[in-house]
């Protein structure tokens, strides 16, 4: 079984800055992708950034050169720095991660959700 626990999320002013961290915990082999999604009230979950094993990244439009996107491969963990955030980027954030995991003798890969951390942002 695989964790993620996110943190960082809280209530900040517009232009303001936050770091979300996700820390993977458990059986695991190797992380694939990693990634941001976002979910308003009343809307879909969006994905707001995701880093691959090798490094490659991709940003939503709404946040090209606002968030930056980063991971830890020795503490299993993805970052997500959130600079100039807007009343518009109010939601509750989650990680999701691709892992490949130990199960019954052989590895399987798996995909996993944190349990989400709420961004207030004040205008």
């Known amino acids: 079984q695989v964790q993620l626990v996110e943190s960082g999320g809280g209530l900040v002013q517009a232009g303001g800055s936050l770091r979300l961290s996700c820390a993977a915990s458990?059986?695991?082999?190797?992380?694939?992708?990693m990634d941001w999604y976002r979910q308003a009230p009343g809307k879909q979950r969006e994905l707001v950034a995701a880093?691959?094993?090798?490094?490659?990244?991709n940003y939503a439009d709404s946040v090209k050169g606002r968030f930056t996107i980063s991971r830890d491969n020795a503490k299993n963990t993805v970052y997500l720095q959130m600079n100039s955030l807007k009343p518009e980027d109010t939601a509750e954030y989650y990680c999701?991660?691709?892992?490949?995991?130990?199960?019954?003798?052989?590895?399987?890969?798996?995909?996993?959700w944190g349990q989400g951390t709420q961004v207030t942002v004040s205008s």
């Open positions: 999701h991660a691709e892992v490949a995991t130990y199960y019954s003798g052989t590895i399987q890969t798996y995909t996993y």
């Open positions: 880093i691959a094993s090798g490094g490659s990244i």
């Open positions: 458990g059986s695991i082999f190797s992380i694939n992708a």
